[in-house]
Structure formats: C-alpha cells, structure tokens
C-alpha cells in the first residue's frame, strides 16, 4: 500500500463534478455495485477517499472492513439530494466507540 496525500471522490456524476474543478480525481458511480468496486479498487492508492453518503449507506459492509485499517479514511459527504444523516450517524457512533459515551448528541 502507498499512501501519498491524494485524494479521491466517489458519487453520482453531478455531485463529483465540483471536486473535478478543485483537482480532486473524482470517479462517478451510478449505483452500489459500482461504487465497492471503485472503492476497493482505489483503498489502497489514496489517503482520503469521499463517497457520497446514499451510495455510502449501500455499501456499508465494505466501508467497515476499509475503517478498520489506518488508510484510508473513508468520509460520506451529502451529494446533489443532500444530506441522508448517515455520514453523521457514522460520526456519532466513531466517537461514542472512542470515548464511550455520546458527547455530540447527548443521548
């Protein structure tokens, strides 16, 4: 694995359109089927990799085995539709397992 600060983009083709104009290398996915394998195709070559949160959420079970390793750090970020909660529910539950307790939400 070589982890070299690049960072890479997966979602529907309207919502990686931006992170093209910043230089982000972005990867369109139309559904989950495409977005596993362009997430275990790229694991190893980026540091960060952001995933739109509705193709996140279908593909949950690949985004916990990639977490538990260091590389890379796997965000889910609203797309187009905007924000389906899961990459906050993710946020909150990293914690509350760091720390043990819910210090965002106070449940």
């Known amino acids: 694995m070589t982890v070299n600060g690049k960072i890479a983009v997966i979602g529907d083709k309207d919502s990686v359109l931006a992170f093209k104009a910043v230089g982000v290398e972005a990867f369109s996915a139309s559904g989950m089927f495409e977005a596993n394998d362009l997430l275990k195709k790229l694991k190893d070559d980026y540091a960060v990799i952001f995933i739109t949160e509705d193709l996140a959420k279908q593909i949950g079970d690949t985004l916990e085995k990639i977490k538990s390793r260091a590389y890379p750090a796997v965000i889910p970020i609203p797309g ?10 993710g946020i909150r539950r990293d914690v509350e397992k760091a720390i043990g307790a819910d210090i965002l939400f106070g449940d």
């Open 80 to 89: 187009t539709a905007g924000s389906n909660g899961f990459g906050m529910e």
